[in-house]
């Protein structure tokens, strides 16, 4: 015999100078220290549930048994609400012994258990108090043994698995009751017992055999089936009417016992200590809106929209491409006349016509096929220019289709016949490249035994260097590190219409030192460097496109504004 | 003992990258080699990218879906791609024109789509959008930004004219610079999240 | 000019475009067919790029023509890249931490590196700049317009950047909360908004110069191969 003290809140064991509980807190000052009773000794005197077999018991199975189930099956035997089997070893007996000398505590709980609402969830609190002292330092062994009574709690289902046809024959009483027990249980626990018998037949009840016996895996999985229950939410209504019913039946083979229960969830009762990660939450958060957009109202018109907007489409489509097709076949070309030149094309101007014969230039590019039109109308003129000033180019690519574009607009200007342009490969990530570039002409030592880089660059490093590309994010990366690795280089863009509002910064800056872009800029390179026509009538298709815009823009507002007013006025 | 060796590499090469600002000449041939390993690294990515691509059409050829028959184009182009390329170098003119003639129509004619589905959605802007302080900006600078790049807007070459129409080019790029200080800051945060391993990209 | 070469390839051209613009008409076969085309044609040219490009000149050349440190120099990326294609498989995903480790560090420390020195700092150097007597005098009669320019700038930027919100967004922003900022905070970013759409409006106007210069090419190849059928019949 032990002294430990029962905390009267949970009913879970302390030391006996505890003076809170370790599970609840609760205050232990003032309790009297009980005389623990050993289960080994005295479980037959306690419940006369158990045979031989259940013997050696642990602090777990007191923890869950020694107090409501105790009570409560006392109660509940009395009143006689359900068919139970009469225990072999005379539970009646035993529980009229105890009832002798019954502590005030343990009183106390029985009112509770048969009284109050909440009695349900101080069993629940036990499980996890029994749980909690699991993780301590008990040997799995002890959990092991517990093979038959969890084979007992498992069910009928089991049982009837794997019985012999003759012995079920045999049994008939015993099948009875426990059909008519069947039919009284809620529908989950049947489902439970469904899915555990079913594991059973699957594994040829190997599972018994090993760690599934222990009481603890058999808690948790009696929890997850549950959980799963509700979350699969095929049959919603079976979760509600459990949560309603008033009693829990527990099979335990010949031993049926109710348990009364409040309608309060069992798993509401007492909320579980979770912990939860930042991802869990915002897995959580976004499974919640992703529930809540799932019952948000649809726009019934979703369809009918689209077919709107379809030919609005086409409308506009028709009416863009017969205005430039119009514009492009049809009438002579158009003046160049197109404002001041803006500073940053001034800046590209003056670094083009600066530029010393036979510079040493790297040229970098980065755009995609779609925009290789816009870029080679501007570029074109330049790169003869460069070409007329035996410049040494070398080529790097950090754009997919870099290469082959490449070698498009220079062979198309014959610049590949010459000796003078190396390719230095392509880079998968601008800033990737730029950093290297960076970090090959800055170095003034090299590690011994390493592999040729790959990099042949001029043996004097770069004169100037010119960047083609599409996107604003792509110029941006090669600036960034260019700017700050090789600070005394100028660095000229020849970018897409769409990129340039988003790099006139860094012109401003002066970590470029001039740019050029889009048709306009074209029109004027064509008239500075004197490289032929390129453009043609394509400025008179590019301005119609342009006041097209502008004009459906400034149309669409109006008729937005007359159908707020039109709006307005009717409410 | 995995999670402080993923955390030590993600530490050496972050701290030798950002050091190599401050010294590039001392540690120019290291993060050279860094930055040649982390290239490979990244043409692998993309094969195992494609790779997963690849299996899932041929999963869904196999399967005989409904779009099965696209899945089946698409192996087929990408193994008529890969045969042409070896049969032929990767420069060689036959295969660089197949590259051109194909990418070239498909991209720019994707983007020309672009512009009617822009024109089309102008339309519906202010209807969309409302009549907001950033609606009104937007639609005023973007048809003034048409007008200046179409002509339209013509106020001579020289003097006071000439100095509206500066200005009037250059009010964008205000807006424009604290939206490159945003995406900077940005950046800048980002980044020391990782290397401060409190974002773990990397995944543990 | 060889016919069957070159007409080959511009028919195709020709086919291609007619089956993307047609995208025009509503999502069809013909648009869904085109785009898988390129899918399939892209992924392989990747393919063969990323060997030829990379693997070669990176890996395997070295290893081919280098001495043998240079080759144990290599053994580092070899095992990352035998890493990373192992993470694939199932059960081993713990393997690629290591070579991603790699790339995330190689990649936020140049970023960092790319934010700070090669955009924060030059950019508000620019504004500071801006406000320097010596640049409002350096073009005579355009002091008060080059003293307005630097405010303009000044408050324009600070108001864009007053706009965006750098924190940590726990959850969705309500009008409570946005008046608990400042109150010239929350001026600041309305002048911050007018700014942005100044912005983005301009980008809107280079996003569909683009777009149609893209269109009017594609316009013009029509026109000619249409010429040049009907020319040589």
Known sequence: MTDKLICPECGAENVEDAEFCHFCHADLKGDTTVEFIDPQQNDQDDFGLLNGKEED???????LKQTEEEAVLADETQEDQLPIDEPEDGFDEGEAQEDEGIPDWLHRIRQRATEEDDSLGEITQKISAAKESLKGDKPEEQHENFESWIEKLRGP????????????????????????????????????????????????????????????????????????TAEVGDEPDLVDEDMESESVEIDESAETREIPIDETPLYEAIPPKLTITKEERNQADQLTSMILDEN????????????????????????????????????GTTGNQSGPIQPHTAGFLSWISDLEESSSILLVFDYQPAYA??????????????????????????????????????????????????????FPIGAYGAFGLGMVTSANWQIVGLPESSKALPDGGFDSILILSDTAEGVRTWIEQLTVLMPDIPISLVVTAQSMPMLVPYFDSGQITGMVSGLNDGVILESELSTGILIGNRRRAYQVGLVMLAAIMVIGAVNAGNQNHEEGGAA | MKKILTVSILLLIGLTVLAGYFFPQALGPILNLVIDWGILLIGTAALIGIGYLIKSHISRVARRDKQSFLSFVLLLAFSATIIVGLIFSFNHPIFTDLMINVQYPVETSLLAVLAVVLLTASFRLISTRGWTPMSIAFLCSAVVTLGLDAGSIYL????????????????????????????????????????????KPYGE | MTFSYEILWIVFSFLLTLMVLSYLLGDNIFFRFASHLFIGVMAGYVVLLISNQILWPYLVRPIVNGTLPGVLWLGIPVVLIFMLVLSQFKGLTWIGSLPLAYMAGLAAAIAVGG??????????RAIV????????????????????????????????????????????????????????????????????????????????????????????????FINNLFRSF
């Open chain 1, 57 to 63: 018991l642990t602090d777990i199975l007191h923890a």
């Open chain 1, 296 to 331: 948000a109202p649809r726009p019934v018109r979703a369809i009918k929209r689209r077919s709107k907007l379809g030919a609005a489409r086409f409308f506009f489509a028709i009416l863009l491409i017969l205005s430039m097709s119009l514009s492009l076949f049809i009438g």
């Open chain 3, 129 to 224: 700049d801006s406000f320097d007597p010596a640049m409002w005098y350096a073009v005579p009669n355009q002091t008060w317009f080059r003293i307005l320019d630097a405010v303009l700038m000044l408050v324009g930027t600070v108001g864009t950047l007053s706009y965006f919100h750098f924190g940590r967004k726990r959850k969705s922003m309500t009008e409570e909360d946005l008046e608990k900022r400042p109150a010239i905070l929350e001026g600041l970013s309305k002048v911050g908004q007018v700014f942005i759409g100044i912005s983005l409006g301009a980008v809107f106007a280079g996003v569909f110069s683009s777009s149609l210069l893209a269109l009017i090419d594609r316009l013009l190849f029509i026109g000619q």
């Open chain 2, 156 to 199: 001579g070459t020289e003097g006071a004219g000439a100095e509206i129409l500066n200005f009037l080019r250059r009010l964008p790029m205000v807006g424009v610079r604290g939206i490159l200080l945003g995406m900077g800051l940005g950046g800048l945060i980002v980044g020391l999240r990782v290397l401060l391993t409190i974002e």
């Open chain 3, 115 to 124: 934010a700070v020195f090669g955009t924060l700092l030059p950019q508000s």
């Open chain 1, 157 to 228: 289902v089991g049982g009837f698995v794997n019985k012999e046809p003759d012995a079920a024959a045999s049994d008939d009483a015993f099948d009875e009751k426990d059909e008519e027990i069947q039919e009284k249980e809620p529908d989950w626990l049947q489902k439970i017992r469904v899915a555990e018998g079913k594991e059973i037949v699957q594994d040829d009840q190997e599972s018994l055999d090993h760690g599934e016996n222990s009481l603890l895996n058999w808690l948790a999985a009696l929890e997850d089936s549950e959980e799963d």
């Open chain 1, 373 to 426: 039109s816009e870029i080679n109308l501007v570029s074109t003129p330049i790169l003869q220019s460069l070409v007329s000033k035996d410049s040494e180019i070398s080529l790097i690519s950090s754009s997919v289709s870099g290469t082959i574009l490449q070698r498009q607009l220079l062979g198309e200007i014959h610049a590949l016949e010459t000796d003078s342009i190396v390719d230095l490969g392509y």
